[in-house]
């Protein structure tokens, strides 16, 4: 069983389609493909059935899908106790993050990123996006992740997870029915919204004025500086939020919030993993590293 062709397995399924699983891969779709088809050929069972460019998993699929995450997590944290065993790191790492990053991402990766390495002394700001860019400009922090792309040449910038914004409302929400939400729903009801400077902010304000609509005509009753706030609110039934799907997961599992797609509107959004284009000590670099090798950090 070769490892990579796992992994591209799972960027498959992650992404939706070959060509943007190649894209995040940087490979070609013919690679990408060959991959998968050299898989499911080993495995004696078909993986994917094709919905016009989009592929869904058959039903061995679905069981390769679940496993392949626990074989990747498992190789993955085997690597990182390895590396652990053969480097004794020893200094500070001082690192950035927006909100969700920060509140839902990272604090796992950095509970086991200090245990392979217990020398190391780790401190974390968390604050929006533009802030920790500002932060990270003027030295006062080693890296960064945030959800949006800095446009300051001297950052250095790549993609560590992609994530989908969602409407949440709560479970006896009029809105709570349904298959999704409309940009209609979100003008007619009472709007929670995150301050400015936000990524998430900013995703859905530019998603809205590309379908003509201004942010303005939002029936906004709270500003709320962390999603962890909008969760709480929307939870409470004080009006319609958008957020992060990767925040709102456990309130999703535990019933006490509805999460809809946006019809009509683009709500994907990237985390960068952002430093400067400096020489980073064996620290930061071992971290840097550390999250690139990291597979599913939600």
Known sequence: MNLNFL????????????SRAAARLHLSQPAVSMQMQTLADDLGVELFRRRGHRVELTEGGRLLYDKARDILGLWQKTVHQLEGLQQQLQGRLQLGASTVPG??????????????HPDI??????APSREIIRELKAGHLDLAVVGLEPEEPDLAREVLLRDQLVAVVSPDHQLAQGRHITVDDLLAHPFLQRGEGSATRQVLDDALKAKGVNPRRLPVVMELGSSRALLEAAAQGLGVAVVSSLAAADYFQ???????????LELKRSFWLVQPKVSLSA??????????????LA
């Open 7 to 18: 992994r591209t397995f799972v960027s498959v399924v992650e992404e939706g389609n070959f």
């Open 103 to 116: 509140d839902y991402i990272l604090p796992p990766r950095l509970c086991e990123f200090f245990r392979l």
């Open 121 to 126: 002394e780790v401190r974390m700001q968390v």
């Open 254 to 264: 535990q019933g006490q919030l509805v999460g809809k797609p946006v019809s009509g």
């Open 283 to 296: 620290v930061v670099t071992a971290f840097i590293n550390f999250l690139r090798r990291s597979e599913n």
